[in-house]
Each structure stands twice: as C-alpha cells, then as structure tokens.
C-alpha cells in the first residue's frame, strides 16, 4: 500500500457580528459615493415633484427626456413589430405543404429580410437625409462604373493579321505506314499482349504525319560556307572595332556551326542532363532559324554574327527545354552559362525572334521519334537501340546530314548497328533491313539507303577516335557507360566494318 501523505489543514476562521457589520457599513458608504458623483436619470426612479429638487431637474427637462424615451421606445417597438411579421411569414410558410419546402422557404425568409430593412431605415433616418444619401449614390455611381459597364465600353481588337499571317496550312498526308490489322493489335509474335502505352490503334497515322512534316520543313547545308573557300556566299559584317578604323567581314561556316552545336551537346548532357529529345528539337531549331535569316529578306545576313551566334543558340535551347521538358532551366542560370556576354531580356527577345521567324511551327520530327519506331518494328535489343542512338547523336555533328531528312539518318543508324551486330558473316540487306521495315517505311532497296549510311558511316570512320574533332569526345565518353550498353567502345572495336561500309 501507499503511504498517505499527511497535507497541513487550511483552518479558515468564521466571522464574526463586529466583522459582517464593518463590510455592510463599508458596502453603504460606496454605494452613497457612487450616487452622489455619477448621478443617474432613469425615469423608473423619478416618482415625484420632491425628487426633481434634489437632482436639479426642472419640468421641461423631465419631459423633454420622456419624450425622446417614447421616440426610442416606437423605434424599438417597431423593430420588434416587423421581426414578428417575419417569424409568423415563416410560421406560415413551414406548415403550408404545397410550396416547395426549402428553396420557397429560403426566399420568403430573404424577401421580407429585405422589406424589413428599408423599413427600418426609413423609420430611423429622417428625410433630409435620405435623399442626400440617394443623391451621394447616384454621384458615386456615375463616377464609378460598374464591372459590366467597363467590359461593354472596351472592346479588345482582335489582331486579324497576325492571325492571317500564321494561319495554318492545310497538308496532304501521303500513306506510308499502313494501319495494323485487328490480329497484329491483339499479340505480337511471342503470343503477348502489346503494351498499350505505344498507341498501336493510330501508331500508322502519326507515322505518316511525322513523313509529311519532315518534307514540309527541309533543310539545306547550302546556308553554309566551309572556312576555306571564296565562294559568293553573303558575308555578315561585324561591329566596328575597338580603334574605329577598320572592319572586317565574317561569315557562318560549317566550323562555326559544329563549334555551337558541341556546345548544345556539352549543355544538355554534362551541365543540366536533360533528354535527348530536348537536344535533337533545339539543334533542329538552330538550323532552321539559321537557313531562315540566311536566306530571307526581312530577317538579313546582318543579323547573324558571331556575336549573336551563342545567344541564338541559347535563345533555342530555351524553347528546346519549354516544348520537351517539364520543368526548365532558369533564364539567369543560362545567363550565367555563356559568362553574363548576354542579358536576360536579350535571350527573351531572341527566343521572341525565332518564334516570329519559325511561324510558332515547332513541330519538324526529329531522328530520335523515327529510331524508336524502326526499332520497335525490327524487335531490337538494348545493343541494337543504344548504337543507334549513339549514332544520330553523333549526326548532330555532320554537316553533310543536315540536308538528310530525319527518318534517313534514323534508318541509316538501324541499318549500321544491326551491321555491326553481326560481324562474323556477311550481312545482306536483308539482314540489316529486314522486311517487316521494308513494308513499314519509306526505304524499300539499298539504293534509297545507300547515300546515308555511306555519309554516316564516313563521319563515323573520320572522328570516332576523337582525334579530329573535339565535340565528339563528350559523345563517345557519354556512350562508354554500361546503362548505354558501351556502344561507342562497340563502334571502335568494328571501325574495320565501318571503314567497309564507308566505302560502299
């Protein structure tokens, strides 16, 4: 058991008569006090003529302050009136059956709300003051539209060139791909059911969609001038020099050109490691932008020099990262990138400027969407995948596959890799293309192939040891990882093959 704590006993004491007569005595003397100096008029207390000596109240006062007693009490009465004339409304309404319960409740209940309020305010506030009140509303309102009034009056003008002037085109999809069959939807060849996320329902029509729109937006290497020949190409002048005493010319050569793209490469893979999807649509977008001012009037050859070359690609790496990417990166942070030579409103107005140039037409597919259809077709693994997309990485860098079109460079990097697969025996073309994408794309002989995989297979031949080009390092290092399947190292050990099909 517990042990009781003993607590000390509070004795309180009993009062005593001499005690309960002092606190009376004291209670009396502040209730005296309290009377003397506050004074109050109450007309319950007022009895008779006697009393108004001793208050010092005359009987003019005494009614003037019955009067404003009444005045108040018909206000209140009034009130009390009209909130009886509500509740039996209410009454009322509640026991008839008939009505529609609550919604009929609901607005009895506000329309007499609303009775009773101007009827108080009309008992209330004298008429002067009233119509001051309505006068002072009726100034407010005309000084102060109402929200309606103030969209009715302005009217948004409705830019109908800009609109005629990006109108779209209407495009004749030509058939390529034809649509699957019910038996080819339902299980592939392992009997499986096809992953649904691969849209096999309409996969036919994006395909020729994306056939039609690579046609619709070509380009030419013709924007371009190697360094070392003369041609008639138009030069672009630079800014005057520091002295003010001479210029000289400047022109976009394919230098230049493999110069910045290695830097979007650099960027996109080693400094913020974005998709490769995001890098393949802004190298697309610096080309086309580049042929636009280099070939039409309004934009001119002035504008593109080598001091806005690096601020065009970083204008078109920001609407690259906007398209593909959910989040992107900072303007600042590209700021900062190209060591603060430009400014934030400048890369703005840049990346304005391509979007007016380009039409807002941001649609030209890419070798990467192509890739993975044809290796979806031809059932490819991880190896075959990772050298094609090492392949078309590496085609960002050629100049001559620039006026390749899209699903030429795809096919090429599927007919090489599944090449290279294979290197004890003779591949035919059979092998390398075999005839589920003979039926399924455009290419159907090796000679409509032939051209790409002899200019990949060159470029591939001339720079895959890094030697000659410095931008292809960052590729082939990228490629060297085991998640990629090593496929820069694969090329390497079959440059043999390579060398054979460069050739050809």
């Keep these: ?45 007022i009895k008779s003529e006697n009393d108004l000596s001793t208050i010092g109240l005359n009987k003019q006062q005494v009614q003037a302050r019955r009067s404003s007693a009444i005045a108040k009490n018909n206000i209140v009465f009034k009130r009390r009136r009209s909130f009886h004339k509500l509740a039996v409304i209410v009454s009322g309404s509640s026991l008839d059956n008939s009505t529609g319960e609550g919604e009929t409740l609901k607005q009895v209940i506000v329309a007499s709300l609303t009775e009773n309020v101007k009827k108080m305010d009309l008992v209330e506030q004298p008429k002067g003051k009233t119509s001051t009140n309505n006068d002072n509303k009726e100034n407010r309102a005309s000084k102060r539209p109402t929200i309606s009034s103030a969209i009715r009056k302005k009217v948004i003008p409705i830019p109908v060139q800009i609109l005629d002037k990006y109108a779209a085109e209407e495009l004749t999809i030509e058939i390529i791909e034809q649509a699957l069959t019910n038996e080819e939807l339902q299980t592939d060849e392992d009997d499986e059911p096809i992953d649904p996320t691969y849209a096999m329902d309409y996969v036919a029509d994006i395909m020729n969609l994306l056939y039609t729109l690579e046609k619709k937006y070509p380009i030419q290497s013709t924007f371009l001038t190697t360094s070392s020949s003369a041609t008639s190409f138009p030069s672009t002048t630079m800014a005057t020099m520091a002295n003010g005493s001479a210029t000289r010319s400047w022109k976009l050569t394919t230098k230049h050109r493999t110069i910045v793209v290695g830097w979007i490469i650099q960027l996109f893979y080693a400094r913020f490691h974005l998709s490769q999807d995001a890098m393949h649509i802004c190298v697309g977008l610096l080309d086309r932008f580049l042929q636009q001012c280099m070939n039409s009037s309004t934009a001119g050859t002035s504008f593109v020099t080598q001091k806005n070359l690096q601020l065009i690609a970083v204008a078109a790496f920001l609407i690259a990262a906007k398209v593909e990417e959910t989040h992107h990166p900072p303007v600042d942070e590209l700021v900062y990138v190209t060591d603060h030579t430009y400014t934030s409103e400048q890369v703005k107005r840049m990346e304005k400027k391509i979007l007016h140039e380009l039409r807002f037409e941001l649609n030209r597919p890419t070798s990467l969407q192509f890739l993975r259809r044809y290796s979806f077709i031809s059932s490819a693994g991880d190896e075959q995948h990772a050298i094609g997309k090492f392949l078309i990485d590496m085609a960002l860098l050629d100049v001559s596959c620039i006026g390749l079109a899209p699903s030429l460079v795809a096919a090429s990097a599927t007919y090489i890799a599944r090449c290279l697969l294979h290197p004890s025996q003779p591949a035919t073309f059979e092998q390398c293309w075999p005839s589920e994408l003979q039926q399924r794309s455009p290419y159907k002989t090796f000679e409509s192939l032939s051209n790409g995989i002899r200019i990949l297979a060159q470029f591939l031949d001339k720079n895959l040891t890094g030697n000659n080009c410095k931008e292809c390092e960052i590729l082939i290092k990228r490629y060297e990882h085991e998640q990629l399947s090593q496929a820069s190292l694969y090329c390497v050990q079959q440059r043999a093959l390579i060398r054979q099909l460069a050739s050809e």
């Design 1 to 45: 058991m517990r042990p009781s704590i003993k607590r000390q006993s509070i004795i309180i004491p009993r009062p005593t008569k001499a005690s309960l007569a002092r606190q009376s005595k004291i209670r009396n003397s502040i209730l005296v006090s309290t009377t003397n100096t506050l004074k109050p008029i109450q007309n319950e207390q």
